[in-house]
C-alpha cells in the first residue's frame, strides 16, 4: 500500500478547506488556518493537525497502520 502525502485540512473554527502536502520526516503541530488565522493544534490523542484535521492520516501514522 503506497502512502499518501496529500490531505486536506477543514478548519473547526470556519470550514475553510485546503489541500497540503504533509512533510514525511516529521509531525505537524500546528497549523495556522489562511481563511480566519486560527492555530489549530492536534486533538488530543493525535499525533498532528492532520491526524486530527485533514482527510488523510499522517505518513508516520499510514506506516504504523501498514505494518501492524
Known sequence: MKI???STITCP???HK???EMPTDTCQFF???ENCNVVLR???GDCCVYCSYGTVKCPSMQDSILYV
Open 18 to 20: 485546503k489541500s497540503e
Open 13 to 15: 473554527n470556519c470550514g
Open 42 to 44: 492536534p486533538k488530543q
Open 31 to 33: 497549523y495556522k488556518c
Open 4 to 6: 499518501e502525502k496529500l
